[in-house]
Structures are given as C-alpha cells and as structure tokens.
C-alpha cells in the first residue's frame, strides 16, 4: 500500500511536467489513481486507532474528492466519500464491493495475545511521515533521471528514514502486523548501512531510524530542552512535581507525593476555569488533602 502511494505520488507529478502531452483521459487516470491511494494509506491508519487527526481527516477528504472528480453532486448524493473511497480500492484489487473494517486480520480474536509493538517516543506525526515519504520519493526519481547520484542517494536515504518510522507506527497500531514491524527493520538497517553503521538487531536498527530523525530535526524532539532550562529539568525535559499535599490546616500544605512530568520550560499551567474539578485555580481538594489537577486548558491539551 506504501509502495501504491508513493507511485500514485509520483505519477501525478507527471501530469505537471507533461501536461501538453497527456491525454484528457490519462490525466483522469492518474488523478483517480492518487485519490484511492493516498486516501486508502490514510484510511488505514485511521482504521487503526491513528492519534493524528490528520490521518482520519485526510482519508475524508480524499473520498470526497474522489466523488467529486467521479462526477457525483456532492451536495446531493447520498454517499460518503469515504466508503465510496474504500469501495473503489477494493475494486481496484479485485475485491467487489468489499468495505475493509477496522483492523481487518488483525483483530485480538486472529492472536489471543499479541504483543504490542511499542510506539516510538517523541515521534513525528503519521501525516508528516506520509508527506517526507511521497516527497523524496518523487525527488528522488527526479534526481535519478537527471544522473545526479549524490543527490539521489541523499532522497533514498530520507525516503527510508520516513517510511521506517511509519511502518514503526503502524505496528504499533496493530501488534499482529509482524511484516510492517520487519519492514521497519529492514528500512532502518538500510540507512545504517548508507551511514557506514556495522549490522545490528531489528530493534536497534528501528531505534536508529528515530535517533537519526530526531538529530535532523530538532525542533521536533519534545525531550530538547536546554541545560540551563528555567524549568530545572537541566535539559532532560522532566522534573519531579509535588501532586499530593497534606492539608496542616491554616493554609498550610506539605507535600506528601511526587512524580516525575514533563516539564513546562518554567511556564505556568493554565487551567479551564469551567473545570468541574478545580474551576480554574489548578487544585482538588478530598480526605484532608490538595491534588494538583491535570485539566488543562483546553488550548494546551493535544489535538
């Protein structure tokens, strides 16, 4: 399905280089065939349980682009761009009519107990993944045709980069994947055999995959926090936080029980002031005792 993608990427791009020389009917092929897709990669992960909201409404969008393009009234037909994006997938491999389910094959009830695959930390989002995968891809080939060797091992290099940490996520995802788990590996020993690096296990080869990532991309790695971090995690993005107090009556508290958290670089924590808990001032109060409540505002909570 990666491989299906990046080709379908690729083949757009064509229609841009080459537009006076396709056919009206090609150039509808090949867009057609970059709404199934790239729609049906992102529909994959959504099915999976993806955190990225990205994923679940890329997937929505390319369906609905795909009845559009197929000519459908959209604001009067009666299907949803979604199915209508799986059904067309399904038919493309020769599977009529077939609407895949979440985690078809792959479900607790094919492996009792699976082991799950662990999500790599601090890593980039799925959608992000996706976009440097299809785009080194097709740079890639680019920089292949022109002859320009340098280049393009540079492209393949980032292109396994990206695609390895997906297949790593998308194991994740769904434990019982053994192949995209394999392939995770086998994409990171192949950067480590680009960087010179001697052969390892899958495990460290998938690691090296995010290590290197993250050392190209800095910005992105949520542990980066200065030695002198006003936070006082002295660069380790943690701090111990007391979250229990005893209540000594008086307004006097003692802390009883600390945690490690994330740190917050020293910036104060708004809390929603319809919080049902706390209403806004950041603490709970039961059995003679203060807690720190983790309601958020919802500015700072995930999306």
Avoid at 9 to 22: F, P
Avoid at 184 to 193: D, I, K, Q, S, T
Avoid at 246 to 270: K, M, R, Y
């Amino acid at each position: 399905m990666i491989l299906e993608a990046c080709w379908a990427h690729a083949q757009r791009d064509t229609i841009l280089e080459h537009s006076g020389t396709l056919r009206d009917d090609q150039v509808h092929r090949i867009q057609r065939a970059h709404l199934i897709h790239l729609g049906a990669l992102y529909d994959v992960f959504a099915l999976r349980g993806s955190h990225d909201p990205e994923m679940h409404e890329a997937a929505r969008a390319l369906g609905t682009n795909l009845l559009a393009h197929d000519g459908f009234h959209l604001p009067t037909t009666p299907r949803a761009g979604i199915d209508y994006l799986r059904t067309n997938y399904a038919v493309m491999h020769g599977r009529t009519g077939v609407v895949p389910q979440p985690a078809v094959g792959l479900t607790a009830g094919h492996n009792p107990t699976p082991e799950r695959a662990e999500m790599p930390l601090y890593c980039p989002t799925e959608s992000r993944l996706v976009r440097t995968m299809l785009w080194t891809y097709t740079v890639a080939r680019e920089c292949q045709r022109r002859g320009d060797s340098l280049q393009t091992a540079a492209q393949v290099r980032v292109h396994h980069i990206a695609r390895g940490l997906l297949l790593w996520c998308a194991a994740a995802l769904a434990p019982a994947d053994r192949a995209a788990e394999q392939a995770a590996a086998r994409a990171g020993h192949l950067v480590r055999e680009s960087d010179g690096r001697p052969r390892t296990s899958d495990e460290k080869a998938r690691q090296y995959l995010l290590e290197t990532y993250l050392e190209e991309h800095p910005d992105e790695n949520e542990q980066s926090h200065e030695p002198d971090c006003p936070g006082g995690c002295a660069g380790t993005a943690v701090v111990m936080a007391a979250l229990t107090w005893d209540d000594q009556s008086d307004g006097i508290f003692v802390p009883v029980w600390a945690e490690p958290v994330d740190c917050t670089a020293g910036a104060p924590q708004a809390h929603d002031p319809d919080c049902s808990d706390c209403h806004g001032h950041g603490f709970t109060y039961s059995r003679g005792e203060r807690h720190l409540c983790w309601c958020l505002a919802p500015a700072d909570l995930p999306t």
